[in-house]
């Protein structure tokens, strides 16, 4: 039996004579001496089970390999490229290969709750991806927030293109359980009016000002600054000094620089390299999470905001 896959190529299903074939669809091996689909003009091989698709999450009907090559919008992620398109006639429904197979609900260290995909997202306020800062079509299918007094939205294609999503798709995964207390976590805690107590020094810091000392040599511990001018927090047992900027920073956070959560910890054994800037530094460091993940960065890289703002631009 003949299928003509590609406008110029004709494909007869036989049994594979290569143990080094892949797939050109899903781009895996193919069994040696397994019944597979051969070109015999380019030597290209498919799986049997990849000319035809069954995944109702993304479609009720059985999705086909489009054998020509075309220039559709996928209605999934809403973009036009050269890619392996597969489609549903009885619903003129069009989608990439790797759109099929997008998770249902994950979570992206940019945004604070859990986003759901959907195949038509709804219209809410200017719909401003929260990754590219680009305009997402309403008429095609994205990823929203889960809380719907929420308008965050993300483009499919997005969370594939920049690696913001870690890869775990928490569709059957419930929801943590909220701290019940934020003090144990807290960076800082007040003990009075002029003094207050951070995690990473055994002293009580008191609220002290760089404009009424005589003496202007002081470090930030946390980002290895000076600190030149206004309020800051300072030992008086100890040259321990804290930016207030530093000392509020928080002991836990998810940033956009990195797909895991980060925690704070005061690097005592030297120096570290920041995973961001290369830079060296002897300073306080945000850590990865993940055991296995060896992420780390400067206060100075932690302390920007995405998206970033600065007056010059």
Partial sequence: ?????????????????????????????????????????????????????????????????????????????????????????????????????????????????????????????????????????????????????????????????????DGKDLEEEPEPEEIDSEVDFAALVEIDAKSKRHFSHEHDLLILDMDDKEEIEQVCQACILPIEFGSYLGCKQCDFALHDVCASLPRKMEHAIHVHPLTTMNYENGFFTCSVCNQRSCGFMYKCSQEDCGYKIDVKCASFAEPFHHSTH
């Fill in 1 to 165: 039996m003949y299928y003509n896959i590609h406008s110029r190529h004709i494909y007869e299903e036989s049994p594979c004579e290569s143990r080094e074939a892949i797939c050109s669809l899903c781009k895996s091996q193919v069994s040696f001496e397994s019944l597979a689909y051969y070109c015999r003009g380019c030597g290209s091989h498919v799986h049997r089970d990849c000319l035809t698709i069954t995944y109702p999450k993304i479609h009720e009907h059985t999705l086909t390999f489009i054998r020509r090559e075309i220039y559709v919008r996928c209605d999934v992620c809403g973009r036009e490229d050269k890619s392996i398109y597969y489609g549903c006639l009885q619903c003129d429904f069009i989608v990439h290969r790797h759109c099929i197979y997008l998770p249902k609900v994950i979570k992206i260290t940019r945004h604070s709750h859990r986003l759901s995909h959907n195949l038509r997202i709804n219209y809410h306020g200017d719909n401003i991806c929260g990754v590219c800062r680009e305009y997402v079509e309403a008429r095609y299918g994205g990823y929203s927030c889960i809380d719907k007094t929420c308008n965050y939205v993300v483009h499919s294609s997005c969370i594939i293109t920049f690696s913001v999503w």
